[in-house]
């Protein structure tokens, strides 16, 4: 067994020690103060407050149910339960309610834009249209003058007796 084993890898780079901590810096004693007092009435005061109120709602609860009125304290906790969902449903409403009249407002306004845009593309597309015509104009006609060319040429070797056409040249044998 081998008793010096390291539980570090040997592949792995040695550990790097941890430089110690920087010195502590004095403080400023007014500061501190003022800071200790802000943190006594924003902190902890507000936070003793709230746990004395639901220890005070605690004991009401117990109190009153030993009293029988299960119900009314049944209603009043069922009222503070659905409280805050109504609120949030409330916010979702009116947002749902601003949505709806915005897109009513684009609605009523759509149709001429849509037409705008619709004129534009069918502006564009003619222009295209003239463009594209003007491009291929050179080739059709060259393509015309070369077929008419060869139009005449198969008329004249029909017309003339000494040049005979494939057709001809068939027929005669």
Not at 79 to 89: D, G, K, N, S
Not at 136 to 146: D, I, N, T
Not at 148 to 171: C, E, F, N, V
Request: net charge positive; proline share 10%.
């Amino acid at each position: 067994m081998n008793e010096t084993a390291s539980p570090i890898p040997p592949s792995m780079p040695p550990v790097l020690p941890v430089p110690p901590a920087p010195p502590e810096r004095p403080r400023n004693p007014v500061t501190h103060a003022r800071h200790r007092r802000e943190v006594l009435w924003q902190v902890t005061v507000p936070l003793f407050i709230g746990c004395a109120l639901i220890l005070a709602l605690c004991i009401l609860v117990i109190f009153g149910s030993a009293t029988g009125e299960h119900g009314r304290w049944a209603g009043i906790s069922l009222v503070w339960l659905i409280l805050p969902t109504m609120l949030f449903a409330f916010i979702f409403l009116i947002l749902l309610v601003g949505l709806i009249v915005l897109v009513t407002m684009l609605f009523n306004r759509l149709p001429s834009f849509a037409r705008q845009v619709q004129d534009f593309f069918l502006l564009v597309k003619y222009q295209v249209a003239q463009l594209d015509d003007r491009l291929v104009e050179p080739f059709l006609r060259a393509q015309s003058k070369k077929s008419s060319a060869d139009a005449l040429g198969r008329r004249l070797r029909i017309k003339l007796p000494w040049k005979k056409s494939p057709s001809q040249k068939a027929t005669s044998k």
